[in-house]
């Protein structure tokens, strides 16, 4: 170890230690449960009962608590929102040689289903604040073209310029996909993520604001057309167009309806038109059970992570080399990630900043590597400069601290105490 001063004249220590064996302090992932007995009772109750643990009750209830919750028509619960972003891209007929408009800045399950689709993906360049599309660049690439837009709440703060982009889309006929994953809960002047655009997919990995198990999502929309083509695709039936038909199996006759319907049909329908194809990506019924009670408490886990982000940034905001992400009095920002960027000019290594934060103690991961320069993306023509603002603010600028309601206020203001610690440290360097 060597002996350091810290600018308060205290004698501290820097680890030579390898990051890998260090005991967190505050660590990414929290420790500490969100479930209570609310969620091992149902789930108690489930298991013991002879109910089904399929397709039934508590995926109704939950469903129609969460469209209530996002302010849509519909919502439908499926195995996770890769599933749902999948379903979005499907339903909007997103097919070989169609061009669409995705954001740089997301998890690369944003725009995975469209990789093997032929699809031509324009990546829009993000604002340097909210991290979400940047108006004037979504400007220069929508066009009739434009297929669909996928956008995302990065971190739980509402798209700027969400209701323009919507509009842009539309009066181009694209059709917007918002995900989710990050808001649950997030809103602009009121009015909730997911209930924006044409599609909102939303995720319940054990991660987000709020779980089902260690995997679930949600897909919210205002279309009924689009709600029975979901209602059907997603329990294995297609979406097709069937006409009477009175088929002939040789002597043989339908079963009675209630032997088996489907059989029956097959003996009373043709079919002339495919339109979708089934899959099977449904919630469970405990997932659901769990999912409806974790949403009754997503307003406190919601407050505690604005609570923590509040602290946080009233000890960040006087450091002159860090740039606060700002919000205005219309965002409700959920914290599902709280970021802060490194000013440019004061010349400070980024990640040597994260290794010397890691060594104090506080886990951080980075997020996202941009969506263009992933390998799969370079190998369908993304490239260094396509997105120069979210280049820079992944390469030299993002950080992301820890954040969970378990999170306790001596580990919010250890955070604050080690990154003003190694700023000023980081600042005799360079000069
Ligand atoms: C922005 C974003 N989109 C989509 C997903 C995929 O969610 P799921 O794991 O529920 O498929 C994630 C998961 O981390 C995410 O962060």
């Not at 088929?247 to 032997?259: C, H, L, T």
């Amino acid at each position: 170890m060597d002996e350091k001063y810290n600018r308060r004249g205290k004698v501290h220590f820097v680890c030579t230690l390898k990051v890998m064996d260090l005991e967190y302090i505050v660590p990414y992932i929290g420790k500490g449960s969100t479930f209570d007995e609310k969620e091992m009772e149902v789930i108690r109750e489930i298991l013991m009962s002879d109910k089904t643990m399929s397709c039934a009750e508590y995926r109704r209830i939950f469903e129609e608590a969460f469209a209530k919750f996002v302010g849509v028509e519909y919502a439908f619960a499926l195995t996770n929102c890769t599933v749902a972003l999948e379903f979005a891209s499907y339903l909007a007929g997103i097919q070989t040689g169609d061009e669409v408009i995705s954001t740089c800045f997301s998890y690369q399950a944003t725009i995975l289903p469209l990789l093997q689709r032929g699809v031509k993906i324009k990546f829009c360049d993000i604002e340097p604040n909210g991290l979400g599309v940047d108006l004037n660049e979504f400007r220069k690439l929508i066009s009739p073209k434009t297929k669909a837009v996928f956008i995302t709440h990065y971190g739980g703060m509402i798209v700027k310029d969400i209701e323009e982009i919507v509009r842009i889309s539309h009066d181009n006929n694209a059709i917007v996909i918002e995900d989710c994953a990050h808001a649950i809960g997030s809103s602009y002047a009121g009015k909730k993520a997911g209930s924006f655009g044409d599609f909102g997919c939303f995720s319940f990995h054990s991660l987000k604001n709020i779980s089902t198990l260690g995997q679930g999502g949600m897909i919210t929309l205002h279309n009924k057309k689009w709600a029975d083509v979901i209602r059907k695709i997603r329990g294995t039936e297609p979406d097709a167009v069937f006409y009477d038909a009175n088929v002939k199996f040789g002597m043989n006759k339908a079963p009675y309806d209630d032997i088996e319907r489907h059989a029956k049909n097959a003996y009373i329908q043709n079919c002339s038109l495919i339109k979708y194809s089934g899959t099977n990506a449904t919630l469970s019924e405990p997932s659901c059970a769990v999912g409806s009670i974790q949403l009754e408490k997503i307003d406190s886990f919601n407050s505690r992570r604005r609570e923590i982000a509040i602290r946080l940034t009233n000890g960040l905001s006087k450091i002159p080399e860090i740039r606060i992400q700002q919000t205005t009095d219309q965002d409700y920002h959920i914290y599902h990630l709280y970021t802060f960027f490194l000013r440019d000019e004061a010349q400070i290594d980024r990640d040597e900043f994260v290794r010397r934060l890691k060594m104090k103690g506080i886990e951080i991961i980075l997020r996202y590597f941009p969506l263009h320069l992933l390998p799969e993306w370079r190998f369908q023509g993304g490239e260094f400069g396509l997105c120069p603002v979210a280049e820079r603010v992944w390469f030299k600028e993002i950080v992301n601290l820890p954040i969970y309601p378990k999170l306790t206020n001596n580990q919010v203001d250890y955070m604050i105490e080690t990154i003003k610690d190694v700023i000023y440290e980081m600042v005799l360097e360079v000069k």
